[in-house]
Structures are given as C-alpha cells and as structure tokens.
C-alpha cells in the first residue's frame, strides 16, 4: 500500500493512498459473495442467483458493500503506516474504486499539533487566598432567610420586591392578543418586560394600567426582535415579603440546628470548604495561564468544534431538564458559535498542553486511584462498582475519568513548582 502524507495548513494533513488491485479483488469477491446470499430474481430462489446475473442487476449493491468495507479498512492500515492519529474523521476526496483496479483516494484529516515545551515548571503568579469574613457568613444567612421568606397580601401601592398576581393581555403589532390571568411574579426580579414591571410600581389591587412595550433588538425569539406593542395590565393581589427573624428558632426551623451559633459555625465551615476549593481552582488557571502565555501553537479546528458542540448540547439538556424541547426553540447557532467559539479553543488549548506535559513527565494515575474514583461514582449511584467499571469501560468514560486524573496530576505538578506571590 502506498500512503503519501503532505503538511498543509495548521493542523491539517493530506493524506494519498493506494491499496494494490490484488487487495481490492479479493474484497470485491467477498462483495459479490455477501450480495449473492440476498440476492433474489424471478425464477431462482433467495442465494441461487448466477454470479453473471448478480454483476448485471446487483452491481451498485456490490460496489456499496466493498466501498463500505474496503475503505475504512484500507484507511486504518493508511494512518497506522503513517503513524498519524487524526482527531477527526476524514474528508475523502478524488476516491477511485473499479474492480480490477487498485483503490486510490485523498484522505484530508486534522491531527493534534507538536508541542515544543518551554517553561513550564517554574512561572510566577500573584495569587492570595481570600479569607471568610463575618460579613460573608452574615450574607449566607440572609441568603437563607430569603429562602424561607413569606408573602403576605397587603391594602398599598405595589413596591420592588413584592409579589403581584396580575391579569394581563399583550396587543402586539401584526399577532393576536394573547392573555393570561393568576400571572405571579415578583417586581424588579426582570421576570416580566421591563415596561410592564415599572409600570406596574405604585398601583393597587384593582387598578388597571396600559403600558406600551417593545421587544429587544436581541431577543431570544427572533421573530419578536424590535417588535411593539401594549400590555392591558390588572393587579388581582399585593403581597409583601416577610423574612423570618435570624434567632434560635429559625436555626430549629432548619431542622438540625439548636441554636443560631451552632447555625453560624457550620455556615462558616461550609462556606470555608467552598472557599478553599474555589481558591485552589482559581490558582490552578492562574498557573496554567502563565503556561499557555509561554506556549504558542495552532489548536486542531475539529477539537474546537466539537467543544463548541459540547457547550450547545449542554445547553439543550439543561432546557430538556426543565420540561422543554429544545427542538422548538429558536436557536441562533451562528451566533453561539461565534460566542463560545474563543472559550473553546481556549480549553482545547489547555487540554493539549496538559497533555504534553503530563507526557514529559511520565504521569499516569495509578490503578488505586482510578478504583476509588469508580468506587465513589458507584457509591453515588447505587450500584455495584464492577457493574459500574464495565460500563465505563464500554461508554469510553473510564478513559476520560483516567485524563481527568491525569490532568489533576499535571496540576499539582504545576501549581508545587509556581512562584506564588501576593
């Protein structure tokens, strides 16, 4: 076989390759096999069709089925002789494929690019813990009476903050009036149009008030961009929020505190816990930062890509998880590609470098620690950690969970021989 490989642009290779016709007979024997089993004609059972008559009216099957054989074969012998290892499936392009003729194609593939390392051990960063105060545990517990707060219906003007039931009809220009009635939101909280939530300051139960609107320029809909209109608003109802008092009996109320200090000392605990793993994570891409600055090199489009990908279908899940099909959202993809686009390449950037250093180093997470991690993960779900392993292992996730271990390895390499100051 002969496979001739040429450096394009970036990443790209371009790969010529030639299987001998000798190669290519016998996989068009075995089609014309294969086809003649299924083969059927009036007057010969299902598999006795004559090889001439499978030639003459089975031809293009035959051609599909040594097409689909012969070409992913040919092309895994192709990259293995050349010692490639594209990231992407390949676009074929000028395929010849006749019987009796050697199998040509040009194959244009992606590959992940040659890391030449630099520094890498070493990089000086400015980085300084920042401790829990009392003014961030005071916040957490606000933060929790708000959880636990009431509305109650009051007779005064509507103010920012309170809860108001509402009947509303929207008459938008060139649509039918839509109307809903019982509507509750919370004024100032941008869950209605900006109009409507400023309009509807000052008014009463059983006030009426129309207010003009329009939609933005970069509305989520685009059907409704720039569009105009007036919204007929009622309120039904006034309610006004009421917090619960920060004492003893808010921390019982919670269930598992006796007093508001013992509250107290385990918010603080918590939010320290947090703290510190948000702080190590904020080091850690402070450092590799300072490595990529060092590092310049061209990322692989495709890897791009299917991170971008990745992002936009984490999007689409998070809408199917509240109850909503994606499929009937007016998606911009153009332009969420554009927006996620700089943080993708980032990540890919990082990955690969992770990766080349991980590899420079001779990192590899050893058997125990990849046990805990399956162990825990079966833990969290219930089930039996074999089980557990042998789905990962068919899913592909236990390599990925074997990278991510990698990379945390690389990290704490990094991050031990940083200059830290600040």
Known sequence: ????????????????????????????ERAYGRVQKQARLPGFRKGHVPRSLVKVHFADDVRREVAEHLIPD???????????????????????LEEGAPLSFVAVVEVKPTIALGEYRGV????????????????????MREQQAQFRAVDRAAAPGDLLVIDYTLTLEGRDPSSQTGYEFVVGDKAVLPEIDHAVVGMRAGEER????????DHRREELRGKSGAAAVKVIEVKEKVLPALDD????????????????????????????????????????????????????DALVMRQVAHQIEH?????????????????????MIA?????????????????????????????????????????????????IR????????????RHGLRDRMTLDVLVANAKITG
């Open 390 to 401: 042998r789905m990962m292992e068919k899913s592909g996730d236990l390599v990925a969970l």
């Open 249 to 300: 009996d808010f921390a019982k109320s919670l269930g598992e505190f006796e007093t508001l200090a013992v509250l107290r000392a385990e918010v603080l605990k918590q939010l320290e816990a947090r703290r510190e793993h948000d702080d190590k994570r904020e080091l850690q891409d402070k450092v590799v930062d300072a490595v990529i600055e060092k590092h310049a090199f061209i990322v692989p």
């Open 339 to 387: 927006e996620l686009r700089p943080g993708a390449e980032k990540a890919v950037r990082r990955t690969l470098l992770l990766e080349a250093i991980a590899e420079r180093e001779g990192l590899v997470p050893a058997e125990a620690d990849v046990d805990a991690e399956v162990e825990k993960i079966a833990g969290a779900s219930q089930r039996p950690a074999p089980a």
């Open 124 to 143: 000086e960063v400015e980085h300084a813990p920042k401790p829990v105060t009392a003014e961030d545990v005071d916040a957490a517990l606000e933060h």
């Open 1 to 28: 076989m002969k496979v001739a490989v040429e450096e394009i642009e970036g990443c790209k290779r371009r790969l010529a390759v030639e299987a001998p016709a000798d190669v290519v007979q016998q996989e068009w």
């Open 315 to 335: 999007a689409r899940e998070g809408l199917r998880r509240q109850g909503i099909d994606p499929d009937r959202m007016p998606w911009d993809y153009g332009k």
């Open 210 to 217: 129309e207010s003009p609107f329009r939609f933005a320029d």
């Open 74 to 96: 040919v092309w895994r012998k192709a990259i293995s002789e050349a010692r490639i290892e594209p990231v992407n499936e390949p676009d074929l392009q000028e395929v010849k």
